[in-house]
């Protein structure tokens, strides 16, 4: 069962497979940099221990093996290690861990040790060898402050220290206490639930003709778990309301007989 999308998704807004919307807010351009610097800091200091060992080892050697010690460090230094960390930290760097953010892939899902090597070969390039000029200039025109490798990734970069706002839940629409009270409600899918929430908290941004198509596909798919209907000519908002607000008061009445059920297991 699929659910409806919304005609009122913005740029940022991503899908998930229950076609709910995530707002994951990207990183803003200030963030990014000190992120930036932080890992920037990290990884000369990376290469200066680095390529100690390696020169050290290969110092009594010829040439070429000077050479490859030098390319070797490189590699591990600005492809190896970047690439390990954020695959390991599921899009962690140490100047995200210490800001606050994460790389994502554009469908919001965890990155892959393929997203995280295209981010640290691109890196290279717009970030140490032309010293962060694209990198720069691609996150402050980008609207998700991508910079070039995300875009050869296919990922970006968001907060994660968001603070949790929760719109307060639907209440029970008065004319359909007494029908929601004797009406036969089973629990609604996740997914469906979810957008059911959604759709109720957007309703003063929608405009009528997306208010009306999407309640009513809604209200058709819900309706599939309620008996019987609601009265004749109820609005879809309506319904779907009273249909979230008695699901929350049955499940709290039932959270609370099981507490009080516990307590008194555990006093006798």
Same mark, same amino acid.
Not at 39 to 47: I, P, Q, S, Y
């Given at each position: 069962?699929?659910?409806?999308?919304?005609?009122?998704?913005?740029?940022?807004?991503?899908?998930?497979?229950?076609?709910?919307?995530?707002?994951?807010?990207?990183? @803003? =351009? @200030?963030?990014?940099?000190?992120?930036?610097?932080?890992?920037?800091?990290?990884?000369?200091?990376?290469?200066?221990?680095?390529?100690?060992?390696?020169?050290?080892?290969?110092?009594?050697?010829?040439? %070429? +093996? =000077?050479?490859?010690?030098?390319?070797?460090? $490189?590699?591990?230094?600005?492809?190896?290690?970047?690439?390990?960390?954020?695959?390991?930290?599921?899009?962690? *760097?140490?100047?995200?861990?210490?800001?606050?953010?994460?790389?994502?892939?554009?469908? %919001? /899902?965890?990155?892959?040790?393929?997203?995280?090597?295209?981010? !640290?070969?691109?890196?290279?390039?717009?970030?140490?060898?032309?010293? /962060?000029?694209?990198?720069?200039? *691609?996150?402050?025109?980008?609207?998700?402050?991508?910079?070039?490798?995300?875009? !050869?990734?296919?990922?970006?970069?968001?907060?994660?220290?968001?603070?949790?706002? +929760?719109? #307060?839940? #639907?209440?029970?629409? #008065?004319?359909?206490?007494?029908?929601?009270?004797? %009406?036969?409600?089973?629990?609604?899918?996740?997914? =469906?639930?979810?957008?059911?929430?959604?759709?109720?908290?957007?309703? #003063?941004? +929608?405009?009528?003709?997306?208010?009306?198509?999407?309640?009513?596909?809604? !209200?058709?798919?819900?309706?599939?778990?309620? &008996?019987?209907?609601?009265?004749? @000519?109820?609005?879809?908002? $309506?319904?779907?309301?009273?249909?979230?607000?008695?699901?929350?008061?049955?499940?709290? &009445?039932?959270?609370?007989?099981?507490?009080?059920?516990?307590?008194? =297991?555990?006093?006798?």
């Amino acid at each position: 069962m699929s659910t409806p999308e919304y005609a009122t998704l913005t740029a940022d807004d991503l899908v998930t497979g229950e076609a709910v919307a995530l707002d994951l807010p990207p990183a @803003g =351009l @200030g963030s990014r940099l000190v992120s930036g610097l932080i890992d920037g800091v990290a990884t000369l200091v990376l290469l200066f221990a680095v390529l100690f060992v390696y020169l050290t080892a290969a110092i009594r050697t010829d040439g %070429a +093996l =000077l050479h490859v010690a030098l390319v070797g460090a $490189m590699i591990t230094v600005f492809l190896v290690f970047p690439t390990t960390l954020e695959t390991l930290t599921r899009g962690k *760097s140490l100047g995200k861990l210490a800001m606050g953010l994460r790389t994502v892939r554009d469908d %919001a /899902g965890p990155i892959t040790v393929q997203h995280a090597f295209v981010r !640290a070969l691109v890196g290279f390039v717009e970030i140490y060898a032309l010293t /962060g000029v694209p990198a720069f200039f *691609s996150i402050m025109l980008s609207h998700r402050g991508k910079r070039l490798g995300d875009y !050869a990734a296919g990922t970006y970069v968001v907060r994660e220290r968001v603070r949790l706002q +929760l719109q #307060p839940p #639907p209440q029970m629409p #008065p004319p359909l206490a007494a029908w929601a009270a004797a %009406a036969d409600m089973a629990s609604l899918p996740t997914g =469906l639930a979810l957008a059911v929430r959604q759709y109720i908290t957007r309703l #003063p941004t +929608l405009d009528p003709r997306a208010r009306t198509e999407v309640g009513h596909r809604l !209200a058709v798919e819900v309706a599939e778990h309620v &008996a019987p209907p609601p009265p004749p @000519g109820t609005p879809p908002e $309506m319904f779907l309301a009273a249909v979230v607000a008695s699901r929350r008061e049955r499940d709290l &009445a039932r959270l609370r007989r099981e507490d009080d059920l516990r307590r008194r =297991l555990t006093r006798s």
